[in-house]
């Protein structure tokens, strides 16, 4: 079985940029997570989908950041313009439509804003 | 906020077991503890969940004291490949896991 398969593994790029950070979850699962990692904060929840219908974005930073699920196999977080504070590695996860079941972790994309 | 507690670092023997304490007070009667790891450069994993009584799996045994307000990790044999950061965590709205800083367990051969 494919796991989480998140795109790119690293990005690079100047402040100001738009940055697309790209997911598919696992075949089957009903939710999908965003999460970014930090040395500071450590792994913090940015929003999660059940059904491709958001349901909770209240960590999402700020305006810049958005996230969409256009379908059941497929998501994005953007982040629009680029700051250096951005910098972190992004995680994707997904897990089946049922309370307590676990989440399923992508290798994660490094990001860093110059 | 849901709130655990576990000790910044431990550190293990090879092939012995492993300890790792939570304290999660707050924990209400329907959340399960949860228990995930991170080893170097990889996205947390999945190791065991539970509610009230004890859990196994095929990677560790979780203990769960009877008011439900700490728990234990149990590996029975460490091996250099269970040096990671592990996570305790209990669930208060559905999905929604809040990771804290997490133990950081170190395996010397």
């Known amino acids: 079985d494919a796991g989480v398969i998140q795109s790119p593994r690293h990005e690079v790029t100047e402040m100001g940029q738009e940055v697309t950070l790209r997911c598919k979850p696992i075949?089957?699962?009903?939710?999908l997570f965003w999460y970014r990692q930090t040395m500071m904060r450590g792994l913090e929840l940015l929003i999660y989908?059940?059904?491709?219908?958001?349901?909770?974005d209240s960590g999402m930073p700020e305006d810049r950041f958005s996230a969409k699920m256009p379908n059941a196999s497929f998501s994005t977080l953007k982040i629009q313009p680029s700051e250096p504070r951005d910098s972190a590695v992004y995680f994707c996860a997904s897990s089946r439509d049922s309370k307590n079941q676990p989440q399923h972790f992508g290798d994660g994309t490094r990001l860093s804003i110059l | 906020d849901a709130k655990t507690t576990q000790p910044n670092s431990m550190e293990s023997n090879e092939e012995e077991p492993v300890h790792l304490p939570c304290n999660h007070s707050t924990i209400s009667g329907t959340d399960y503890i949860h228990w995930y790891r991170q080893l170097p450069s990889q996205g947390p994993e999945y190791v065991i969940h539970g509610l009230t009584s004890n859990v196994n799996n095929r990677m560790a045994s979780l203990a769960i004291a009877e008011d439900r307000k700490s728990s234990t990790l149990i590996l029975h044999r460490a091996t250099l490949r269970d040096a990671a950061v592990y996570y305790c965590?209990?669930?208060?709205?559905?999905?929604?896991?809040?990771f804290g800083a997490g133990t950081r367990l170190t395996v010397k051969p």
């Open positions: 075949s089957g699962h009903d939710y």
């Open positions: 989908f059940n059904n491709n219908v958001p349901i909770d």
């Open positions: 965590i209990h669930d208060y709205n559905n999905n929604d896991m809040r």
